[in-house]
C-alpha cells in the first residue's frame, strides 16, 4: 500500500498515512507483551518509590539519524506518560508514526525502501533537570574532533533544541581535557514541569539570567558523557543530556539520547588532518595552560 503510493499526489498520500495510522493504533497489543510492558513498568515504578512514574515513550527507528540523514523530529515521542495503560497506548503510537506523511515522504526522498523500516520504542523515566542542553563529540563550527561542544541553559532541553533562549556555550579540549572558551548568554526564558505534567516556558529570575548554568566538574562531566557516547558508537555524536538535581552528584549527569552528527561526519576528512588536530590541541595546552576565553552575553 505505502510502498505503490504517489506522495505527490497529496490526497492520496493523506489518506494512505491516515489508514496506515489507524490500522497500527487499533491493533491490540499481544498478551504477552501487554505482560512483559506492564511488568517492566511496575518494576520501574516500584524502584522509585513511586505510583504511575511519568516517563518518555520515545520513538527510535531503523531508517532514523543514519550518518547520511537525519529522521530527528519525523517520529513521536512523548513526554510525562503516567500508568502502564497509557504506555501501551503511547507505544502503538509511536510505532503509527512511522506512517506520518512527513515520514513517508522523507524515506522516499532519502530512498530507504519500506521494507526496511522498523521501529523500536525506548521507555525511560522522566528527570526534572535544573540545567539541560546538547553536546557534540567535535566543534560544529568548524569539525575540530578534538572539541566537545557544549550548550546549556536552565530547565528542560526544549528551550535549548527549540531555539527558545541562547544557551550557554562551552568548548571541551579532548585531548587534556581543559575548558577552552566559555560564552555565558543572558539565559531569558527557561522550560518548566506546572502542576499538571504540563511543559510551560517562564521568565527566569534576574538573579540567575547571567550565571553560568553549569559548574566546570559538571562541564567536565557531561564532555566525558559524550566521549563515551562517541567511543560506544564509534563515530561522533549528537548528544541530549540533563543534570538532575534528585540524583547524587557524582552521578547526576543524564544521557538522555545519542544519536550521529550528520553535518561534519559527511565530509572528508583524511589522516594528516585528524593527526594535525589534535597535535595543535596538544601544543595549544601546552603553551598556554590557564587560556581559557570566557565572554558574557548581555
Same mark, same amino acid.
Given at each position: ?147 566537545? =561542544? +557544549? %550548550? ?7 528551550? #535549548? !533544541?527549540?531555539?527558545?533562549?541562547? /544557551? ?73 543530556? =540533563? +543534570? %538532575? ?7 547526576? #549527569? !543524564?544521557?538522555?539520547?545519542?544519536? /550521529? ?38
Amino acid at each position: 500500500m505505502v510502498a505503490d503510493l504517489d506522495v505527490t499526489d497529496g490526497a492520496a498520500l493523506t489518506r494512505v498515512s491516515a489508514e496506515a495510522r489507524d490500522t497500527i493504533t487499533g491493533t491490540p497489543l499481544p498478551a504477552w507483551l501487554t505482560d512483559q510492558l506492564d511488568e517492566a513498568y511496575a518494576t520501574l515504578s516500584e524502584r522509585r518509590g513511586q505510583a504511575d512514574l511519568p516517563v518518555a515513550v520515545r520513538s527510535s527507528a531503523t531508517c532514523e539519524d543514519q550518518p547520511d540523514a537525519s529522521f530527528a523530529g519525523e517520529h513521536d515521542t512523548y513526554l510525562w506518560v503516567r500508568s502502564a495503560e497509557a504506555v501501551r497506548e503511547h507505544l502503538l503510537r509511536c510505532w503509527a508514526s512511522l506512517y506520518t506523511e512527513r515520514a513517508i515522504c522523507y524515506r522516499r526522498q532519502m530512498r530507504y525502501g519500506e521494507d526496511g523500516a522498523a521501529m523500536s520504542v525506548g521507555i525511560q523515566q522522566m528527570v526534572m533537570p535544573r540545567t539541560s542542553g546538547v553536546a557534540f563529540t567535535l566543534n560544529p563550527i568548524n569539525g575540530d574532533r578534538s572539541q566537545v =561542544a +557544549i %550548550d546549556a541553559s536552565w530547565g528542560l532541553g526544549e528551550a #535549548v !533544541v527549540s531555539g527558545s533562549v541562547t /544557551p550557554d556555550n562551552f568548548l571541551v579540549d579532548k585531548v587534556m581535557g581543559d575548558i577552552t572558551s566559555r560564552v555565558i548568554s543572558d539565559k531569558t526564558v527557561e522550560h518548566v514541569l506546572d502542576g499538571d505534567d504540563r511543559v510551560v516556558e517562564r521568565e527566569v529570575d534576574e538573579a540567575r539570567r547571567t550565571v553560568p548554568s553549569l559548574s566546570d566538574e559538571e562541564i567536565r562531566a557531561v564532555a566525558a558523557l559524550a566521549r563515551r557516547a562517541e567511543k560506544h558508537y564509534g563515530r561522533p555524536q549528537d548528544v541530549e543530556w =540533563a +543534570i %538532575d538535581p534528585a540524583l547524587p552528584s557524582d552521578a547526576n #549527569v !543524564v544521557l538522555l539520547q545519542a544519536r /550521529p552528527e550528520t553535518v561534519w561526519s559527511r565530509k572528508k576528512r583524511d589522516v594528516a588532518d585528524c593527526s594535525a588536530d589534535t597535535f595543535s590541541s596538544i601544543v595549544h595546552n601546552l603553551l598556554h595552560p590557564s587560556g581559557t576565553q570566557t565572554v558574557h552575553l548581555h
